[in-house]
């Protein structure tokens, strides 16, 4: 079975600071997909970023990106000039292909943007 | 465009009442379902999943059952409530025979009393 690892319950970030969210994962499979999600306060669960474990390039949308690491299994999340907006807790999730492909969660880190 | 409902919103019920949460998604067709457990503070558990009408795949064993008796409605229930069952329910939806990722609800705070 999968297990996904976010190692840092809660992290804080200065407003315009750059942060960076670890996650690890233990899997056997060679074919997967990554993702993070946003979970502010209002709890609506937010796709912000996925990775195909196939591409070697890592993922970026806007501030976003991660750091993809396949052999170390890997996958942390640097949000770049941090805003207010970003606080929420911030999960780590896995996707092996098959059958429903169901998603695999971390624990999550609590993000907390300060002035 | 695709949306995604729960309702209701919030539920107070007490202890080994029924339970019915409802989860429809319009926009799509035949998409894969799943319902999911956030305690509080924690990560989301998967609870069920369905690829088709009728057909449901239970996680872990547990007090609840879900259904989907039609191809845009998964429903999650209970017989009877216990306290442990309290948290935020999540619904999500995901395009079937894709990699794309879930799409969420906006979920449903249960509290058990």
């Known amino acids: 079975a999968q297990t996904v690892t976010q190692s840092q319950p809660e992290m804080s970030v200065q407003e315009a600071e750059t942060v960076t969210l670890s996650c690890t994962y233990d899997t056997s499979e060679s074919n997967y997909y990554l993702f993070w999600y946003k979970q502010p306060p209002s709890r609506q669960m937010i796709l912000v970023i996925r990775q195909e474990a196939y591409k070697q390039q890592n993922a970026t949308e806007n501030r976003f990106s991660v750091n993809f690491q396949k052999a170390a299994k890997s996958f942390s999340l640097k949000i770049s000039d941090s805003q207010l907006g970003d606080t929420a807790m911030y999960f780590c999730a896995f996707m092996r292909t098959g059958t429903a492909s169901k998603l695999t969660f971390g624990t999550g880190t609590r993000l907390q943007v300060t002035l | 465009s695709q949306t995604i409902h729960q309702w209701p919103a919030t539920l107070v019920q007490p202890v080994g009442s029924p339970l019915s949460l409802e989860c429809t998604v319009e926009?799509?067709?035949?998409?894969?379902l799943y319902w999911y457990r956030q305690a509080a503070g924690r990560g989301l558990q998967l609870l069920f999943y369905?690829?088709?009408?009728?057909?449901i795949s239970s996680e872990v064993p547990q007090n609840l059952s879900a259904s989907r008796p039609q191809d845009r409605q998964f429903i999650l229930s209970s017989k009877k409530l216990l306290l442990s069952d309290s948290g935020f329910y999540l619904c999500?939806?995901?395009?079937?025979?894709?990699?794309?990722?879930?799409?969420f609800g906006p979920g449903t705070r249960l509290t058990v009393l």
């Open positions: 999500a939806w995901r395009l079937a025979n894709s990699y794309n990722e879930q799409f």
């Open positions: 369905s690829v088709g009408i009728g057909q």
């Open positions: 926009g799509t067709s035949n998409p894969n």
